[in-house]
């Protein structure tokens, strides 16, 4: 089996929901619309790179040595609280997320020697409009997302549907039940620029961890014997 895993990636978004974002909350809660809504609109102000700030959370997979950060954020400007505060958080959560799985495709690529031309982004994260963008552009690839995005529900529908003779294959079952909602297209520059941001998280990610193994601080989780 090959695959990539960040780790608890809608806990990290949920915490600082709950830990940070009050006042969206109770505005969403008036509004009636998700509170994640808002903190992208907060997000959404913010260029590429977060103005400098750096969230450390799940580490890029490794099956041999598995250890992540302690949760973190890296480099406030405190001169300038206003390009220094929630909304820089917010997307370099997002980026974060975007950055490991965009670490993980790179293992995927070298093994395979294969490049996608899309890729499919679903669950809870698949719901904002900036977090598949933010993807797009990290990944340099189109993103597409489909309407049902709890994949994992959909695909055990599916392959219920087979064994039932509803479908003759999964691909069938594909074809009648699958369906995208929106696209988003990675911006040639913005990527470009991304790379820059993604290799200065990858080294800040590796220094931080010689912190960590010192047990100075406490990982985020850590596989059994690390």
């Known amino acids: 089996m090959t695959e990539g895993i960040a780790f608890l990636i809608g806990q990290q978004a949920r915490w600082f929901r709950d830990g940070f974002c009050h006042e969206e909350v109770t505005a969403a809660a008036e509004r009636g619309i998700s509170p994640y809504f808002l903190m992208e609109e907060l997000a959404a102000a913010v260029p590429p790179g977060a103005n400098g700030i750096i969230g450390l959370f799940s580490a890029v997979h490794n099956s041999k040595f598995w250890k992540h950060a302690a949760p973190s954020f890296l480099n406030f400007d ?3 609280p206003h390009r220094s505060g929630k909304a820089e958080c917010i997307r370099a959560l997002w980026e974060s997320a975007a950055y490991v799985a965009y670490a993980n495709l790179q293992v995927l690529q070298e093994l395979t020697r294969v490049r996608p031309t899309e890729l499919t982004f679903s669950g809870g994260a698949a719901k904002g409009f ?5 993807v797009a552009d990290v990944m340099g690839v189109r993103v597409i997302v489909p309407i049902v995005k709890e994949a994992t529900a959909l695909g055990c529908a599916m392959c219920v549907g087979v064994g039932a003779g509803l479908f003759k294959d999964l ?3 594909t074809a009648n039940w699958v369906r995208i909602e929106k696209e988003f297209r990675p911006r ?3 990527h470009q620029e991304y790379e820059k941001h993604f290799d200065r998280w990858q080294r800040v ?15 985020m989780w850590r596989a059994p014997g690390t």
């Open 171 to 173: 691909s069938s079952a």
């Open 188 to 190: 040639p520059a913005v």
């Open 78 to 80: 405190i001169y300038n």
């Open 130 to 134: 900036l977090w598949p963008q933010i």
């Open 205 to 219: 990610y590796a220094e931080f961890m010689k912190i960590v193994n010192l047990n100075l601080l406490t990982p």
